[in-house]
């Protein structure tokens, strides 16, 4: 909780930094804070768009249970385009180990 709170007055003594500048530098009070407000939104909606391209990019936008029974069923895997052989990832992912038949 300690963290919490001195990450807040950290957060704040920043933006009143920023606004003092920006007074200094000629704007008013009330200017100032509308500067950073816009300026922290742009920010968000900048971050907000770039983390969905990349979900999406990473394939993490893919819904694979379009039906909502809650299992993938063989339509939905060949609908979202995965390969047909589903064991054959992870049978792959084993040989680095070993098969499961080998015996020590």
Same mark, same amino acid.
Not at 8 to 26: K, P, R, T
Not at 74 to 103: C, F, I, R, T, V
């Given at each position: 909780?300690?963290? +919490?709170?001195?990450?807040?007055?950290?957060?704040?003594?920043?933006?009143?930094?920023?606004?003092?500048? #920006? !007074?200094?530098?000629?704007?008013?009070?009330?200017? @100032? +804070?509308?500067? !950073?407000?816009? =300026?922290? !939104?742009?920010?968000?909606?900048? =971050? #907000?768009?770039?983390?969905?391209?990349?979900?999406?990019?990473?394939?993490?936008?893919?819904?694979?249970?379009? &039906?909502?029974?809650?299992?993938?069923?063989?339509?939905?895997?060949?609908? @979202?385009?995965?390969?047909? &052989?589903?064991?054959?990832?992870? +049978?792959?992912?084993?040989?680095?180990?070993?098969?499961?038949?080998?015996?020590?």
């Amino acid at each position: 909780m300690l963290d +919490e709170v001195c990450g807040q007055i950290l957060f704040e003594l920043l933006v009143l930094a920023i606004i003092a500048i #920006l !007074v200094s530098a000629g704007m008013s009070e009330s200017e @100032a +804070e509308f500067t !950073v407000i816009i =300026t922290a !939104v742009i920010f968000l909606i900048i =971050t #907000l768009i770039r983390l969905r391209m990349r979900r999406k990019a990473l394939g993490k936008a893919v819904e694979l249970d379009t &039906d909502g029974d809650g299992r993938i069923s063989e339509e939905e895997w060949a609908a @979202a385009g995965m390969s047909k &052989d589903k064991q054959g990832a992870s +049978e792959a992912g084993n040989d680095w180990w070993g098969s499961d038949d080998q015996e020590e």
